[in-house]
Nanobody, 122 residues
Framework: QVQLVESGGGLVQAGGSLRLSCAASGRTFSTYVMGWFRQAPGKEREFVAVISKSGGSTYHADSVKGRFAISRDNAKNTVYLQMNSLKPEDTADYYC???????????????WGQGTQVTVSS
């Protein structure tokens, strides 16, 4: 059982930056692959980024590659999403997720946070 709590969302102008955080409960954080997903109004939830259990491997969706960067600090039980050069199309609710064996498909994840809203103004 893992509880995930996102924070760091808010309103930002196009071209600006935000850093999202996801804090996990428990003592088994390092046994989970961690991912970020987002969902805009009227659209399906889409993959954003994923990081391996050790943090040694990452993968980012083409839509955010070069602008966003996922990272994790296992000592702090926290995963981050650094979001730079934000665009209006990045506006969505952002969710972190944990999975034992997962990658870029939301169906592969077992635990989800409550989400944090990111709004990028044009």
């Amino acid at each position: 059982q893992v509880q995930l709590v996102e924070s760091g969302g808010g309103l930002v102008q196009a071209g600006g930056s935000l850093r999202l955080s996801c804090a996990a409960s428990g003592r088994t954080f390092s046994t989970y692959v961690m991912g970020w997903f987002r969902q805009a109004p009227g659209k399906e939830r889409e993959f954003v980024a994923v990081i391996s259990k050790s943090g040694g491997s990452t993968y980012h969706a083409d839509s955010v590659k070069g602008r966003f960067a996922i990272s994790r600090d296992n000592a702090k039980n926290t995963v981050y999403l650094q979001m730079n050069s934000l665009k209006p199309e990045d506006t969505a609710d952002y969710y972190c997720a944990a999975g034992r064996n997962s990658w870029d498909n939301s169906k592969e994840y077992d635990y989800w946070g409550q989400g944090t809203q990111v709004t990028v103004s044009s």
